[in-house]
C-alpha cells in the first residue's frame, strides 16, 4: 500500500520542496560563481610552464570530476527504481543521464583544449581520458535505450538495469585502462595534485568553483527532474491545479 | 457471480481472483476497478471488441504484463508471493504460438515438457495424435502450415498437467474438426474440475459450466 | 530474481532436467541450422584478414597489431552472433514460454548463455592460433592467446546477453546492441590484448589472468540475473 | 527484372512517386526510432576506439595502422546497420507488398538502399575526420579518406543489401549476413585503403578513385537488380 | 463449375484460370491437376482442412510462391507476359499483415496506396473509419491489439482500386462487428463486379454470388 503511496505521493512532495529550494540554490550559485571565475581568471597568477592554459582548470576539473559522480548517482536512483519502485528516482535517473553526458563530453572537451596546450594534441589515448570516453559511451548507451523503449515503466526499468551493469563496470574499466597505460604514457598521465605543490591562491579558488559548479550542476539535475515531473503526473490533479494557478497569475 | 456476493466461509477460495483491476494503455483505460474471479470446473470466456483489453487482462493474469493496479489472489494468496506454486500449475498459449520454426513438433514439445512437468516421448507423441498431427511429428515446423504450428502450440495443454489454461484466440487458422477437437478438450479439462479462461470471438459450444466475462460492459454475466 | 536459490532448492532436480533440456534445445537448434556452427568462425576468419588487407601485409608492423586484432575480431564475432540469444525465441513467443517456467530464470538464461558461447565463443579460441599465425604473432605468446580468448569469451557472451535482454523487444537491432554491449567488454578487450602483448616482450602475465578470472566469476554470478530481470522488462 | 525500364516507360510518374515514397517510408522509420540515426555514429565511434585499447596507444603505431582501421569500422558499421533493411518488413509482411508492387523491383529496392545510406553510411562519412585524428591520421590524408568514404559505402550498402536479401528468409542473422557481404566488400575496402596509405606515403592516388567510382556506377545498376531477384526467393 | 463445361466464345474469359496447377510440399502431394477459374462478380471461398494448402495456393496464384506446375491465366494470357497489369489489378492480404510496427496507420496506407494506386489522405483516413479505426489513425501500429493491425490490414482494400482481391483469412482476430463489417464489404465489391477468393474456416454468410473450392476434394461445387 505504501508502495502505491510513495509512487504517487513522492513526486509531489520533491516538486513543492525544490520550489523552496531553488532560490537559494540561485544565488549562491551566483555568488560562488562569480568570485570563483573572477578569482580564477583575474587574480590568480600566470602558471610558470603553462602560462595562462592553467586557467582552463578551473572549469576542466570541476566539470570533469562531476561527471565521474554523474553514473554511480544514476546507478543508485535506477536500484531505487527496481527495488522501492519509485516513480520520482527513475526521473532523477531520466535527467541524470543527458546532463551527465553533457558534463563528461565537456570535460572531455576541455581536457582536449588544454591538451592541444599542454601536450600539443588533443587527443592522447591515456588512461583517464580513455576511461571518460568509455564512460561517456556508457551514457550514451543509456540514452539511447531510453528513447528506443517506448513504455515509460519497462524504460525506467531497463535503463536502471543498464545504470547498475554500467556502474558495476565503471571502477573495472577505470582500473584496466589505468593500468593498461602507465607503462605506455606515463608523461601524458597528467596529474597535478591541485593541494601541496601549488600555493593556496591556485587550488582555494579551485574549491570555489568545484562548489559552483557543483551547485549549477544541482540546479540542472532538479530543473530537467520538475519538468519530468510536470511531463508525467500531467493528468494528477495536483498539477492540473498547479497549471490553472500559474495561469491565473 | 462477483466476488462480493460469495460467501468464503463456505466454498473453498477460488483458484484465480482479480481485485479492483485497473490497467490503462497510452491514456486509454481498457478496465478499471474489475473484479472476477475463476474457480475449479468453469470456463470464462473473456468477451469484448478488438481492443477491449482481452489479450491485457490475460497477460497481466498470468504476470507477463506487470503495468496495471490492483491484487491477483492464487488460492486466496497474493499472486507475486506463490509464483512458482501459481506457474508450475497454469498454462498459458498467447497470440504468438511459442512454437520454434526449425525444431520439430517433437523437439517443441519436449523443451516445454521439461520447462514445466516432464512427460516422455510416449505422451508427447500421444498428444500431438490427439491433436490430428500423427505424421508430422518429426517435421520442422517452420513447415507447417498455420493451423498445424497452432494444433502443435495447444498439444502443450495435454502434456502439461496444469489445472488452469490461459488461452488467447486459441481458435485461430483451426479448422472445423480442430475447433471441435479443441472445444471437446477444453470440456474435458473443466469437467475434470481445471479451469479454463479464454478469449474468442468465434461463438463457442462446450457442453461444461461457462460463464462470459464481457470486457465491453465490465461485469461479469453469469 | 533472489528467490532463485530458494526455489531451486524446493525442486533441485527438475531445475535442473530444465538446464539441460534448455542447454540441449538451443545446441540442437544451431546444428539444424548448420552455418550457425560455421559462421563465427568464418566471420572471424574474415575480420582478420581484412586487416593485412586494409593495413599492411608488414610482417614486423601485423605481428605488432596482431594480439588486438585478433581480440578485437573475436568480441565482433561473438557480438555479431548475439543477436541470435534470444530473439527468435522473442519473436515466436518462446520466451514467453521461458518466463512463464516455474523454474528459476536464472539457470534457465544461463543454459541459453552456455549455449551461445559454446556455438559461438569456443569455435573462435579453437580457430585463434591459427589466425594469429596468420598475422605473425610470435610463437611464444600463442598460450597465452588462446587461454585468454577461453577465459574472455563467456565473459563476452554472459555480457553480451544482458545487451540483447534489454532490445530484444524493440524494432532496430544490431547498432544499438553494439552501442550497449562493447562499452561493457572493453576492460576484457584489454586485459585480454594486453596480456598477450605482455607475454610478447616477456612480462609477467599473471596479474592479467587473475583479473580476467575475477571477471569471469563476477559476471557467471550477477550477468544471468541481470539479463533475466531484462527479458521480464522487454517481454512485459 | 529487364523489363524494369518498358513498365518505367509505361507509367514513369507513378513510379517516380512510389520511388519517393519508399524513400520517405525508409527515412520517417529510421526517425522515428531516434537512435536508428545516433547508433552507426556511436558505433563507428566505439569500434574505432577499440583499436587502441587492443592494439596499442602509441601514436606511431596507430598512425600505421588507422586507414585500415577507419575503414574496416566503417564497413562493419554500415554491415551491421544493413540488418534493418529488410528484416522488419519481412516479418511483418511488408516485403511481400513490396514485391507485389506493380512498380519496377529495381526501384524499389535502390530506394531502400538509398535509404539505408543515408541513415548509416553518411553520418559515419562526416564522422570520419574526427576519428582519424584520434587514430594520428597524417593530415594531409583526411581528404583521400573522406572521398573514399564517400565513394565506398554507398557501394558497401548496395552489396550489403544483396546479402540481406539472399538471407532475410532465414532464422539465424548476423553472422550469415556477414559471412556473404564481407567477401563481396573487401575489394572495396582494400581500395579505400590503399588509396589512404598512398597518399601518406605521397604516391599518386587518381587510379584508385577511378576504380572505387567504377564499382560504385557497376553496383548501382546491377546491386539493386540481384538484390530484388534475392527478395523474391527468400520470400518464395 | 470446372472450366471444361465452360463455353469460352459466349462469355468474355474469366479474370483468373488456373489450369491444372500442381504443388507438392515436401513429398506431400497439395492438389494435383486443379483446374479452376475466377470471373468477376463471384466469390470464391477456399475451403480445406489445416494442411490441406489453401495458403500454398493463394500465394502460388499471386505470384509469390514459385514451385508449382501448371498454367495461370490473366484475363486469358498466361501471367507472367502481362504481370504488371496484374499485380496492378489484384490486392493480396496474407497471414502475415504486412502492417509496419512503427509507422502509424495513416503512414502504412500512405505508402501502400503509393506501391499499387494513388490516394489522398482524405481517402485514407475514410477507409480507416470504414473499418472502425477513426481515432486510431496516428497511433503507431505496435500500439494496437491484433485485431486493429488487421483491421489496417484489411483498409488497404478499399484505397486500392483493384478488381481481384485475394485473402488468407481475412478474419483472424476480427470481432463480431468487424467480421459483419468486411463480410458487407466483400459482398459489395463482388456485387460491384469484382473478384474474390479467400479462405476462412469460419462460416462465410455473405449475400453475394459465392461458391466453395474445396481442397479436400479437389472440385468445385457451384
Ligand atoms: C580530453 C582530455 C582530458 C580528459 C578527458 C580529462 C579527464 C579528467 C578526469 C576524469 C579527471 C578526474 C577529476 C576528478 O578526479 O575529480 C581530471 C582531473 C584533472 N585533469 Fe584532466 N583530463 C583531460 C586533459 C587534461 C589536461 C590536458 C590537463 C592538464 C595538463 C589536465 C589536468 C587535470 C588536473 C590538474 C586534474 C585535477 C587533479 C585530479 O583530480 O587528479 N587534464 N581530468
Ligand atoms: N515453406 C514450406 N516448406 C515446405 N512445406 C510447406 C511449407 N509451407 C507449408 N508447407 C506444407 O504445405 C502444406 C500446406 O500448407 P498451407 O499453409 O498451404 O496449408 P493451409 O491450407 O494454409 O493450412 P491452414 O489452414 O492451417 O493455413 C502443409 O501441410 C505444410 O506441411
Ligand atoms: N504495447 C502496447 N502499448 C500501448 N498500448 C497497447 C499495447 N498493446 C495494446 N495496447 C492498447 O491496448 C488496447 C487493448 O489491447 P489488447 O491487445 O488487449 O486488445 P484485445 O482485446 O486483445 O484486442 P484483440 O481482440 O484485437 O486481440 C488496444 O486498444 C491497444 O491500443
Ligand atoms: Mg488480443
Ligand atoms: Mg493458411
Known sequence: MWLWFAKLGSPRWFYELSDKWLPWLYLSMLIMMSIGLFWALLIVPEDYQQGQTIRIMYIHVPVASISLACFPLMAVAGTITLVWKMKLADMVAQSVAPIGAWFTGLALATGAIWGDQIWGTWWAWDARLT?????????????????????????????????????????????????????????????????????????????????????????ALILRTRNEILQRERRSQWVIDLVAREKNV | MPTSQQNPATDPPPLIQAQALFCERDERILFSDLHFDLTGGELVQIKGSNGSGKTSLLRILCGLNEDFSGEILWKGEPVAEVREDFLASMTYIGHRAGVNRILTPRENLRWSASLQAPADDKQIVEALGRLGLRAYEDIPCRNLSAGQTQRVALARLLISRASVWILDEPFTTLDVHGVKNLENLLAEHVSAGGAVMLTTHHPLSVNCKARALDLDQHRINS | MNNAREIQDIKGVSTWSAFCATLRRDLVIALKRRNDLLN???????????????????????????????????????????????????????????????????????????????ISGLPVVILSPLLAYMLYLPSEAYWTMVLTLLIGTPVLSLFGSIGVALTVGLGSRG??????????????????????????????????????????????????????????????
Not at chain 1, 193 to 212: F, K, R
Not at chain 3, 43 to 51: A, C, E, K, Y
Not at chain 3, 80 to 96: H, I, K, P, T, V
Request: with cysteine; proline share 7%.
Open chain 1, 131 to 219: 576511461s571518460l570516453l568509455i564512460q561517456f559511451f556508457l551514457f550514451i548507451g543509456v540514452i539511447a535505450l531510453r528513447s528506443a523503449i517506448d513504455s515509460t515503466d519497462a524504460a525506467a526499468k531497463a535503463c536502471a538495469v543498464l545504470a547498475i551493469v554500467g556502474a558495476i563496470n565503471v571502477p573495472i574499466i577505470k582500473y584496466s585502462v589505468d593500468w593498461w597505460n602507465t607503462l605506455h604514457q606515463p608523461a601524458s598521465n597528467f596529474s597535478m595534485d591541485p593541494v601541496s605543490p601549488n600555493p593556496p591562491e591556485v587550488w582555494v579558488p579551485l574549491l570555489v568553483m568545484i562548489c559552483a559548479v557543483y551547485i549549477f550542476f544541482a540546479i
Open chain 3, 40 to 118: 563465427p568462425i568464418m566471420f572471424f576468419l574474415i575480420v582478420v584478414s581484412l586487416f593485412p588487407l586494409g593495413i599492411s601485409p608488414d610482417p614486423v608492423e601485423l605481428s605488432r597489431v596482431s594480439a588486438g586484432v585478433v581480440w578485437v575480431s573475436a568480441l565482433l564475432a561473438s557480438m555479431l552472433s548475439l543477436d541470435n540469444l534470444y530473439r527468435a525465441d522473442y519473436e515466436d513467443g518462446s520466451l514467453e514460454q521461458l518466463l512463464l517456467s516455474p523454474q528459476p530464470l536464472y539457470f534457465l538464461v544461463l543454459a541459453k548463455n552456455i549455449a551461445h558461447w559454446l
Open chain 3, 175 to 236: 547498432l544499438i546492441l553494439a552501442v550497449i554491449v562493447l562499452p561493457l567488454a572493453t576492460p576484457v578487450l584489454i586485459i585480454g590484448a594486453k596480456a598477450v602483448t605482455d607475454v610478447m616482450v616477456g612480462l609477467p602475465v599473471g596479474s592479467h589472468f587473475a583479473l580476467l578470472g575475477a571477471i569471469l566469476a563476477l559476471a557467471l554470478t550477477m550477468a544471468p540475473l541481470a539479463s533475466a530481470a531484462a527479458l521480464r522488462i522487454s517481454v512485459n
